[in-house]
Structures are given as structure tokens and as C-alpha cells.
């Protein structure tokens, strides 16, 4: 689909502080129109600072933030964003279809009721008590909430955080249906299958800096290579660097772990010196990558001006 107009989201340059501790780090990032986005990060990583400057719930010390070319407050004002945030406490005693048009009535061009309830899953439970339902059905109302304005961006703070593995699955199919109607969607998680499975995009972030930015096959592939493990034959614990494509070792549980950027020719110089048993070879998962980018991010903060390794 052709673009129209400014891009949905542009950070430059944003940074923000708390006393001593630079949550942003100076972030760098454009949302285009359409697109789905995991922003994927460790605790601390700096996700909802960086959402809570989107939303226009406080500003940067540093840098600017537009959405469609405007302001966090006037494209909030404008009805651009809809927002769900970590946790909120539901009002007793009224039904979902209740609350739902409710909140509805509060936008200039809110979405149908009946559409609501369709895009989010809850048209089957709309009579039922909102104080009586169960976690994942909740949040879809939460989700729900976000919708009712019609916003062209959602926001989603972790929205799965603390779901059971069906309810995670019926949010995603929720946030799935909303994006297809050619809506932009950003949303953090510390789960790395969720941002392989929904997302068009990741971007990683870590100690409030992007360390990663691409769809999920090339921020793998950004971490090249594979892993062998195996139990050393002689309890053997020293040397294993010095084999072909090997670029780390680590021994865990009384296995040996190997990352090499050639597994056939690390596996060949293993057989030949007959060192293991119980061998496996597996390719880089996100959550190795993920892992990855955050250790290089934070060595390249150590590692003193004017060195390169
Ligand atoms: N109000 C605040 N006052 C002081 N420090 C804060 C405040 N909010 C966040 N921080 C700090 O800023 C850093 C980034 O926090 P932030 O909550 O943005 O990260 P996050 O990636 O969303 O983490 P999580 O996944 O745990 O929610 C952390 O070091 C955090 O302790």
C-alpha cells in the first residue's frame, strides 16, 4: 500500500532521564503506517518510558517525537492513539457491552459496538459482569477500550504479561484482526515467540538504545552461526576454542556449548578427536539473538573510546 502523508511514528534523538538513570537513550525510530511492531526488551530495557513519551504522558529531555507529523498530545487530542496500558482495575458491576459503550461515547468517531465486540472477541461474553471475568477475557476488553475511538495507532504495554499460553493466543488473534483493517500497531513484550509470530518488525531495545531493527529472520541472522553441544567424553574442558568456526564456548550442566559459524567443520574435528557423546546441533532461536544483541550492546558501553573490540 502506498504511503500517504508523514509516517505514523518518528522518534530523533529522544532521550529521557530519572535522577541518575538514563531510561532512553537516545532513540532513533520511524513507524511506517500499516506496520505491526514488537518493541522486545529485557526488564529495564526502557519500553514503557518510551511508550509512556508516545502516548505524550510525559515529555523527552531530549529530541522529538511525531506522529503523523504531529505532536504526542495533538495526535492523542486528534483521537490518532489508543493506548493499553499495564494493568488497570475493571469497575465492578457492569456488563462488558456496558462499559465498552461507554467509553465509546467519549470519542468525536468511535467504532460501531457491535464491530468493538467483533474485533476483540467478546461479542459471546457482552452481558457477563466485567469484574467476573477471567484474565485473557479482561484484557481483551482492555484491548477493547483501546479500540473504541478508532485510533489509526494502538499501543500495547505488554499486554499478554502474566496471560495463560490460550489467552495470549485469543489476544493475538484480537490484535491480528485490528491490524488487518490497515492499522499501525506497537507493542512491547519480553516474549520473544510473540514477536516472531505477530510482528512484521523488532526492534530491540536495551538499555534504552535500539541494539536491533528488522523483521525476525534478520535479526537471527544477524547473529550468525549455530550451536553444538554435546557431554565431553574425557570430562575434557579446555582447547574447544581453537576448533574450526568456533566463536564461543560455555559449559552448562556438564554440557559443553559451542557457537560456530561452520557446524559441519566443528562437528568433523569433534568426531575425529572423539570428544563427545550426546551431540546437538541447532540453529540460533530469537532468544539467542536477543540475548546476543543485549551482551554486545552493553560490552560496546564498556568498552573504553577508541578501542573497536
Ligand atoms: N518513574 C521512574 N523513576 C525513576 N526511574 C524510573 C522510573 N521509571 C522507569 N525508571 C527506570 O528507567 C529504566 C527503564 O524503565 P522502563 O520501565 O522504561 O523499562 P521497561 O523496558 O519497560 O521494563 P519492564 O519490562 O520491566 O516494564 C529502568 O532502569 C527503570 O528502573
Redesign the pocket.
Known sequence: MAEQGPPAVVFKGVVKE??S?R?VDGIDLTIRRGETVALL??????????IGMLLGLFPPDHGTIEIFGKSPELAMRAGHLGAMLQEGKMIPRVSVREIVDFVRQTYRKPLPLKEVLQLAELTKIADHRVDKLSGGQAQRVRFALALAGDPDIVVLD?PTAALDVESRRELWAAMQRYAARGNTVLF?T?YLEEADNSADRVVV?AS?RVVADGTTSQIKSMVEGRSVSFVPRSGRRDGYELLPGVSSVEFHGGRVHLRTTDSDLTVHALARADAFTDLEVSGVGLEDAFVALTHQARHRETVPEGRTN
Open positions: 530519572y535522577d538513570v531510561a526488551g529485557p526488564n529495564g530495557a526502557g519500553k514503557s518510558t518510551t505488554e512491547s519480553h531495545i534504552g
